[in-house]
């Protein structure tokens, strides 16, 4: 059984996959000091709970952490006696071109994205990612990853917004019923929500000008669903799309070797 890592700023998902679908995911919160232990023993009580045996084989992580790596690393070999494969690392193979300026280091969740996407949608895509920061990223007809466009993410906006304005408060992310509001909530609410919309829509009609033809638009992360109900512009939600590629990078890999 393969176990899928993806590490982000804020959240780390571990998701166990049996070579032909996803068997259970969990989600836990990115520590840098979080021991290989603390790991497992984490990760035992939810694969036990949801009646899974832990006989993990394979391990592939994706961090944009360096930091988390190596108790990870340690985790795999310790607890499952394998090697993990670390996507960047020189000896893994992405499958995919990697069309950027030299020198240019690409986010690791931002080219497994692209592997996932390409794979089940074809080229001339935007993958909207929404993380800690909001990334739009652009796949080329034949699957490279061509570049792309970083924005602050939606909680990084609005953690700003209330540490910026002291009579500000913190709010949720919503859908708001009017664009404008009548109170300091509905307004902060509207500006983020109406905002952001703005946004995506702005970015992706702009990068479809650029490249002088169409695009198919891919919303992923946890927020996508909230956004897609205030716009069109998406063609699939696809929240599953980090771990599907590497899912498949891990793949490709095994074959080769």
């Known amino acids: ?29 990115t520590e840098h000091a979080r021991t290989a232990d603390e790991y497992f023993v984490w990760l035992e009580q939810l694969i036990r709970h ?8 394979d391990v592939i992580i994706s961090s944009v952490v360096p930091q988390v790596v190596f108790n990870l690393r340690v985790l795999s070999d310790k607890y499952f006696h394998t090697r993990p494969m670390v996507v960047g690392k020189p000896e893994v193979a992405l499958g995919i071109p990697v069309r950027v300026d030299a020198d240019t280091q690409v986010g690791a969740d931002r080219l497994v994205n692209t592997v996932g996407a390409y794979d089940r949608y074809g080229g001339d895509l935007v993958v909207v990612d929404f993380g800690t920061a909001t990334t739009f990223d ?13 924005a602050p993410g939606v909680n990084l906006s609005l953690k700003a917004l ?4 002291a009579a500000l408060p913190h709010i949720d992310v919503t859908r708001p019923e009017h664009v404008v509001g009548t109170n300091t ?23 479809a000008d650029e490249r002088d033809r169409p695009m198919k638009v891919i919303g992923t992360g946890g927020l996508s669903t909230l956004f897609d109900q205030g716009t069109d512009v998406f ?4 929240t599953h799309l980090t771990i599907h590629g590497l899912v498949l990078i891990h793949a490709r890999n095994k074959e080769e070797n």
């Open 185 to 207: 909530r509905a307004c902060m609410q509207s500006g983020v929500f109406w905002g952001y919309i703005s946004l995506i829509e702005g970015i992706c009609a702009r990068i």
């Open 162 to 165: 209330s540490q910026a304005a």
């Open 50 to 57: 949801q009646d899974l045996p832990l006989d993990i084989s």
């Open 138 to 150: 652009v796949v080329d007809s034949d699957g490279a990853y061509i570049g792309g466009v970083i």
């Open 235 to 238: 063609d699939h939600i696809d």
């Open 1 to 29: 059984m393969l176990l899928a890592i993806d590490v982000g700023n804020t959240n780390c998902v571990f998701a166990l996959h049996d070579g032909v679908r996803e068997l259970a995911s969990f989600r836990c919160r």
